[in-house]
């Protein structure tokens, strides 16, 4: 599994970063982008403005059509009335022809509403003809004629064509216009007509303008003389003033729009425009927020990579992986430097390897088959690898299984740790503590060469004084077989005394490997007790030994427990050195107790060996160490023995323990399992087997 390659940081990849600013791979997608918003923000209200301004020169050329319909209206009637009334004038005194001329103008004026009353003035100012009254009413027509006449404004001789306001101020609609009739240069009559403003808005424009525009006429002083407004009032936000000129007499036009303002949102281009606008800035948010996990995904890998690489530089523990077939994927540098050979010679290599010790080969290709059938044992192993220099070194491998994201076992990655230096430990702390263990015997032996010197003394004197006694006897010529028979079984016994105390020597400092066999504490004790007894003897501390009746036999190596019981009563009489003499008692008692422990060698049963003295105690602080190597409350002790005894009574799954002696001293002891019958049989087959 290769480390990925480094890579670079952002700062390397977009200097500005390390300004705060935008890198500049950033920068220009980020400025078309707010280009594309802000054109996108223009279109609708650029198309907002456009239809606005459609609006008002639509609103503009339509009243621009409405003042020229009114205008062409307006000119109509003064042709057809001039025309009309010219033809009065010239036929003025043939009366059919007259009557007809007044029907002719009743049903002109009754075709345009607009035209409230019109009369043919000539010459004389006197009526030629009426729309409303009949000629054959004088007083009426006269009463209408003085009517006329009194508008002095109006000026009867003018060529031109002249309009007033109504004088009536309920008739505020209203308009009086005069048209002349012109003959040879000279005004021979004229015609009046008294207009309706209201009805000449109402017939002359449009419906469908009035249903989307309020109309207006204003006279000079801005007063409302007539209004349509059939689609309702205007909303003064299109509004358009144009002059309605009539013969010395002006309107103004005045429309006003019913429609509002364009609607932003109403626009499907708006909408569109919105749609795409939000879409694209949620698309630049999603799209920067992905790139920020990226980053920051990146700077986690980056650390990660940096860790790994510090991590498996600082491993003194060798990785490998191979994929299922075997090939190896990954080796990190302290397997290459653990085999001398680099990375880039294992990696994509098949079995075998050249870290594969030749003599070992096979148990290789049988580890091998192991894995790729899944059949290896999941614990480590030890096995022998060479290094390129071809030195063999012991490594401890360990086998997991090394599976991807989806749980998929894709390979197995193995730790491989030299064991070397721990193998080399190991073999010098063994020979340390065999050495310790012979230096202890052999410390104990010289302890004990003295007293044994002395001691065996004794018995040589004995039997020196027993075998010349004996030649005594021998010479006598009175020879009695008795006394010399006598003599010599003495003699013997003093020889077998001095024989067990130093076999007992013997066995006790001769090396030899540890090896548990099934043994009977009692007779351990009695062939221990001469050598108990020497010591003692010369401390005169007296030796009392309880060994309970049909004890079981225990598994043990007896020169170590013979060991473990002569340091712990070597010990008993040291600490009863002060003690005045009568209370000198060391007392040994073996007997069998019941404990809930089982193993190979026992069921329940115990044997239990406590060495008993009536010395000085052991203290708390004392207690504390005593068991450490080389801690000794004796000047000349080397604090080896009670380290030494409680690792032999571990050795035989036992606790070595001490306690308070309830009558003043110390009581050691210990117990080992009671063989069954079963084990001791297993025990007597494997003693045969070695």
């Known amino acids: ?233 205007g909303r003064n936000v299109y509004t358009h003033n144009r002059a309605l000129e009539f013969p010395q007499l002006n309107f103004t036009l005045h429309t006003n729009s019913i429609k509002t303002e364009p609607k932003l949102l109403s626009n499907l281009l708006v909408v569109s425009v919105v749609i795409l606008s939000l879409g694209l800035v949620w698309s630049l948010i999603a799209l920067w927020r992905d790139i920020n996990r990226r980053l920051r995904a990146e700077g986690a890998l980056r650390k990660e990579a940096a860790f790994r690489a510090a991590m498996e530089n600082s491993l003194v523990t060798g990785l490998r992986a191979r994929d299922m077939e075997g090939r190896l994927t990954y080796v990190n540098p302290s397997f290459c430097k653990m085999i001398g050979v680099p990375a880039d010679e294992l990696v994509g290599r098949l079995p075998p390897m050249p870290y594969w010790a030749p003599e070992a080969t096979e148990t290789y290709q049988e580890r091998f088959a192991q894995i790729l059938t899944g059949t290896v044992q999941p614990e480590a192993y030890e096995t022998i690898y060479q290094r390129a220099n071809g030195e063999r070194f012991p490594v401890l491998i360990h086998e997991s299984a090394l599976v991807d994201e989806h749980g998929k076992q894709t390979g197995w990655m193995s730790s491989i740790l030299d064991v070397s230096e721990l193998k080399r430990a190991e073999e010098l702390s063994r020979q340390h503590e065999e050495k310790m263990h012979a230096n202890a015997r052999l410390a104990t032996m010289g302890e004990m060469a003295s007293m044994l010197a002395h001691e065996l003394n004794q018995p040589l004197a004995a039997i020196s004084s027993y075998t010349t006694g004996a030649l005594n006897i021998l010479e006598q010529p009175n020879l009695e077989p008795m006394h010399l028979r006598l003599a010599l079984e003495k003699a013997r016994d003093q020889a077998q005394r001095a024989g067990q105390v130093i076999k007992s020597v013997h066995e006790f400092v001769r090396k030899r490997e540890t090896a548990r066999a099934p043994l009977a504490l009692d007779e351990l004790i009695s062939n221990l007790l001469p050598l108990v007894e020497l010591q003692a003897h010369s401390a005169q501390v007296k030796v009392q030994v309880e060994v309970q009746a049909h004890l079981p036999m225990v598994a043990g190596d007896r020169v170590l427990l013979e060991q473990v019981i002569l340091n712990l009563s070597r010990n008993a009489i040291e600490a009863m050195a002060q003690n005045p003499p009568e209370l000198r008692h060391l007392k040994i008692v073996v007997s069998q107790i019941h404990s809930n422990e089982s193993d190979k060698f026992s069921t329940q049963s115990r044997v239990q060996i406590s060495v008993q003295d009536r010395g000085h105690g052991i203290n708390d602080e004392v207690a504390q160490q005593l068991f450490s190597p080389f801690f000794s409350t004796k000047s000349s002790g080397m604090g080896m023995g009670l380290n030494i005894c409680r690792t032999a009574v571990e050795f035989h799954g036992g606790q070595l323990q001490h306690r308070p002696h309830p009558q003043g001293g110390t009581i050691f002891e210990f117990s080992l399992a009671a063989i069954t019958g079963e084990a001791k049989d297993l025990q007597g087959n494997d003693s045969q087997e070695k």
């Open 1 to 233: 599994m290769p480390i990925p390659d480094q890579i670079p940081s952002p700062s390397k990849r977009y200097p500005l970063t390390r300004f705060g600013l935008v890198s500049w791979p950033w920068l220009l997608p980020i400025v078309l982008v707010l280009l594309f918003v802000a054109v996108l923000l223009w279109l609708p209200w650029q198309a907002k403005k456009l239809e606005a301004n459609e609006r008002q020169e639509q609103l503009i050329a339509d009243t621009l059509w409405v003042e020229q319909a009114l205008q062409f209206q307006f000119t109509r009637n003064q042709e057809s009335l001039s025309l009309i009334a010219h033809d009065f004038i010239h036929i003025a005194n043939d009366q059919t022809q007259n009557t007809q001329l007044l029907e002719r103008l009743r049903l002109f004026v009754s075709s345009n509403h607009e035209i409230a009353q019109a009369l043919i003035f000539d010459r004389r100012q006197q009526i030629l003809g009426s729309s409303l009254l009949k000629l054959d009413q004088p007083a009426q027509i006269e009463v209408l004629r003085q009517t006329y006449l009194q508008l002095n404004k109006l000026q009867f001789l003018s060529p031109k064509p002249q309009c007033l306001p109504h004088p009536d101020p309920k008739q505020i609609d209203g308009m009086i216009c005069r048209f002349p009739v012109v003959q040879d240069g000279e005004v021979a009559g004229n015609v009046f007509v008294n207009y309706r403003l209201q009805v000449l808005l109402d017939e002359t424009v449009p419906w469908w303008f009035a249903q989307e525009n309020e109309l207006r006429l204003l006279n000079f002083d801005e007063k409302v003389v007539a209004k349509r407004a059939a689609g309702g009032f």
